[in-house]
């Protein structure tokens, strides 16, 4: 069965520093999705990362993919208020199909 | 950008009535759409695949007899939660996929309270 974990589960951060969300899963899988969720609201997607050494940025927020470790990270820099949300990553069941299996959410909080 | 319509966001049902969530994809041909179930501060959970043109795929542990999915063309499915009750309270969201590979665009959700 897949298993997608997510560390850590809650996050409190200063403004303007660092911190990275890692996301381990069970299976071998060359996708993994990062999805951002604001309380109330669905998801947004953020990164999609489609092969091993895959990175992505976006503004404040970088992914990195490394399939070999089944490992993913998603790097937050300089964190800022507006980041403060639940960030989900997600990996497909199967290559074919695009029923996800979901980590637990890192709720992140950013104090002034 | 391709969006995906959920309705309606919000419904507040009695115990034993039953309700209709529909999820229309809006600009692309959806021949799968997914039903996730969120509860308050938790993770979603899949509750069930829908096939146009086929039975629906539930997971484990998902009553089929409860959750009725219909996918009725190439942009609409329906989940009906039947005869609900309270523990049925939740945030469903739907979702589905325009090609391989691309992120799942996904439904605003449904706020489901049976009270």
């Known amino acids: 069965e897949l298993k997608v974990e997510q560390n850590p589960l809650f996050l409190s951060m200063q403004e303007g520093k660092n911190y990275t969300i890692y996301c381990n899963y069970s299976?071998?899988?060359?996708?993994l999705y990062w999805y951002r969720q604001d309380p109330g609201k669905s998801l947004e997607s953020l990164f999609v990362?489609?092969?091993?050494?895959a990175v992505k940025q976006e503004g404040r927020l970088m992914a990195s993919l490394d399939t070999k470790a089944r490992l993913s990270t998603l790097h937050i820099t300089a964190a800022v208020h507006d980041l403060s949300a639940t960030y989900f990553c997600?990996?497909?069941?199967?290559?074919?199909?695009?029923?996800?299996?979901f980590g637990a959410g890192t709720r992140l909080t950013v104090k002034p | 950008g391709a969006v995906v319509s959920q309705h309606p966001s919000r419904v507040i049902c009695k115990s034993g009535t039953s309700v209709k969530i529909e999820c229309r994809s809006l600009?692309?041909?959806?021949?799968?759409m997914f039903w996730y179930r969120q509860f308050p501060k938790q993770s979603l959970m899949l509750m069930a695949t829908?096939?146009?043109?086929?039975?629906?795929?539930?997971e484990q542990g998902v009553e089929k007899d409860k959750f009725l999915i219909n996918h009725a063309s190439l942009t609409l499915s329906t989940l009906t939660v039947t005869s609900a009750h309270p523990e049925d309270s939740s945030f469903y969201i739907c979702?589905?996929?325009?090609?391989?590979?691309?992120?799942?665009?996904f439904g605003n959700g449904t706020r489901l309270t049976v009270t």
């Open positions: 990362l489609l092969s091993n050494g």
């Open positions: 299976t071998t899988s060359d996708r």
């Open positions: 997600a990996v497909p069941f199967s290559y074919n199909n695009n029923d996800m299996r």
């Open positions: 829908s096939n146009e043109g086929s039975k629906a795929t539930y």
């Open positions: 979702s589905a996929p325009d090609r391989g590979g691309s992120p799942l665009h």
């Open positions: 600009d692309f041909q959806a021949t799968t």
